[in-house]
């Protein structure tokens, strides 16, 4: 079963949605930037092997098609986004994972530093979390 985290990123001038996706032996990330002319990217990494602080360093990092939303090559995609976007070729990833929640931090290839708080966003425990999030929000 997969378990998933979803939250806001900020660094490297730049600020978004994130999704962390941890299926089997498997974990992706899912970058979906908020700045027009910046690609949407996915990156793979081996899931961390327990809860609390990891390491990691992704396999994989792919930018995905704008109009599909699938990763194509970057020769191909490159001319979707601004002359001065990159793909980077790697992310090294520092992290706590607990539960509900998941503390992230990244660094590519290109030195851009990015951070990220996600709550957990799936099954019982994500929509249990919601509800405590918005009661916790309410005047009274």
Known sequence: MAHRWSGRYEGGGDAGTVTLTLDGPHARLLIRSDTPGRPSLLAGFARPTKRGRFALRTEWIAALNPESGY???????????????????????????????????????????????LARADGLLGRLQRLVNRSSRSPG
């Open 71 to 117: 990763p194509e090559p970057w020769e191909i995609l490159h001319r979707f986004f601004l002359p001065q976007a990159r793909l980077p070729i790697y992310a090294e990833l520092e992290g706590r994972l607990a539960p509900w929640s998941v503390r992230l931090a990244w660094t590519t290839s290109l030195g851009e530093r990015y951070e990220a708080k």
